[in-house]
């Protein structure tokens, strides 16, 4: 099986391959060769029992997306994206590697004939817009408010009726917000909710911008990866003609998850934590979903974690090599 | 007001044509010029008090749409497309016809600054795909069963999005089946729909391929191009941050479409009717809604025909100039 993953460099690419690296297979089939592929360099390859190879590239010219899949992908990730922030201030780049990246991909995949290639592409919750239903159900309909959220919904449409054709095994899998992000605190709107946790549990200060009563819809870096994998496994033909899918999460405040802070780590992780409302990233907030019924996901028999203290306990785990400061 | 129909040789891009020719105006506002645009020559223009041009020419090139642009449209019908049959049969056709075509026309309205120019599309109720509720609401979700509804919901998120950006002022009118349609019967799997009404009213046997039983979703031709024009006076504002509207219609089954017939025109009508099951377009017809509750349509001040008869005396006027064989 020849595995390809279309942003190789970013946080969740590059634990996937490190996931596969270390299994050798997925879905009982051995892994032969895998592709890591981005517009920037990936990190060191992971030790693996097959070739891994890196290619730098932007996905957003046709022909790059030719040579792609002239390497004879059997499965292809494509996680590649630019974030909801930057698709919001620079429209053309947005389209262009959100919309255009995935829809090259796709046409490249057609007209190579090999239709049983699979494509598991990262879609968002973002393809959702306010106002919304208590918990957002799987037939809630797809009203994004943002251009990367209508990027994302385009891409579903796009992936749904190439797999209906017959060109491609495709699935979009809507992802919860990855918490707690590994890394530097970074600029995104969303970035508080993993700051909150990481830099205190690192002994150092965060911002928390917005009220304590905020709700939103989490998964950790691993269940993220592990939805990318058993979707991989399970193959788009399960999802029937509705190939996108919302996956499960867990819907908590951001009291809820101070609290299960204080519960791992104790009250010096959460003495570190500075309330300094922000109004800008209050409103954008205000906008995002916060709860979803992913029931057809669950009967699919994905999961995620069920309390904030098992996300924190994976991030210990993960990135900490399980200790705290 | 400056006003380009594109997709002007169709049958609804004719009648609007003629509507507007005939009114002088539109939202209270003079005509000055009119463009008339299509892939094949248009018919022969209509009198009116203003100019009217008339371009051949293939919108899905980029250069097209910026010519059309460059025409300083203070307001642009886009009603082309190819048909949904067609769309299925040549994948890549549908895709630049009614895909690109209608995204290089928004490009082309971004790129020239005029975010005031308003764009009026029809979209379809293709973009919904089965399982239906009953009546299928404002919120159903956006799953299209073919490439034409694909290209149609994908559209509608383009307009929305860069509506919401500001570069343009669009909308998308989700049009219900145009019946009673004028002309020669033709091949798509909706024609019976006017088939059975048209031919009988010209004293010539119809075809009906699929049982009495059978439901759909119906607006006459001036209703029609009533939706467009009303949308049109309205503005895409009144629509806030969902820019596709679901128009009324009347839901009726083909019994009832008969019966009416026979009321207006006596069974000599009903009689020409031939039963030949076609399980070709038995099972196409048994994917498509059949009912809508168009609330927010009704809101806004839209409405269409309430009865079948209705809709055949529309026909008889408009058509057969009052008369009947």
Redesign the interface.
């Known amino acids: 099986m020849r595995i390809a993953i279309i942003g190789a460099a970013g946080m969740l690419g590059h634990k996937l391959a490190l996931r596969l690296a270390n299994e050798g297979m997925l879905a009982g089939k051995a892994i032969s060769a895998m592709l890591r592929h981005d517009v920037v360099l990936s990190p060191p390859p992971p030790q693996a029992a097959f070739d891994v190879e890196t290619h730098i590239g932007d996905l957003s010219s046709a022909d790059e997306a030719s040579k792609l899949v002239g390497w004879k992908p059997d499965l292809i990730f494509n996680l590649a994206a630019i974030v909801s922030g930057e698709a919001e201030a620079d429209?053309e780049k947005g389209y262009r590697i959100n919309l255009d990246g995935t829809r090259h991909l796709l046409e490249a995949v057609?007209l190579s004939g090999r239709s049983s290639t699979q494509l598991v592409f990262t879609s968002s919750i973002a393809v959702f817009?306010a106002p919304f239903p208590t918990a957002i159900g799987d037939?809630?309909?797809?009203?994004?408010?943002t251009?990367y959220g209508?990027q994302k919904?385009?891409c579903e449409?796009?992936i749904?009726?190439y797999s209906?054709?017959g060109f491609v095994d495709g699935m979009a899998l809507r992802m919860p917000t990855v918490c707690v992000r590994p890394g530097k605190p970074n600029k995104a709107a969303s970035g508080f909710f993993s700051n909150i946790i990481r830099e205190p549990l690192a002994g150092h200060e965060a911002i928390l911008p917005v009220e304590d009563a905020v709700r939103h819809w989490h998964a950790s870096p691993r269940a993220a990866v592990g939805f990318l994998v058993q979707a991989a496994a399970m193959g788009g033909a399960s999802l029937g003609?509705?190939r996108a899918l919302t996956l499960p999460g867990l819907s908590c405040t951001v009291a809820e998850q101070l609290a299960a802070m204080e519960r791992v780590a104790g009250s010096k992780a959460t003495r570190l934590v500075k309330r300094v409302p922000d109004e800008t990233i209050r409103r954008i907030v205000s906008g995002w979903p916060q709860n979803f019924d992913a029931a057809r996901a669950k009967s699919l028999g994905f999961s995620a974690e069920s309390t904030f203290d098992e996300i924190i306990k994976v991030h210990i785990e993960d990135e900490l090599g399980g200790n705290i400061s």
């Open positions: 429209f057609r817009g037939e809630f309909l797809t009203a994004p408010l251009s209508t919904a385009i449409l796009l749904t009726d209906r054709r003609n509705r």
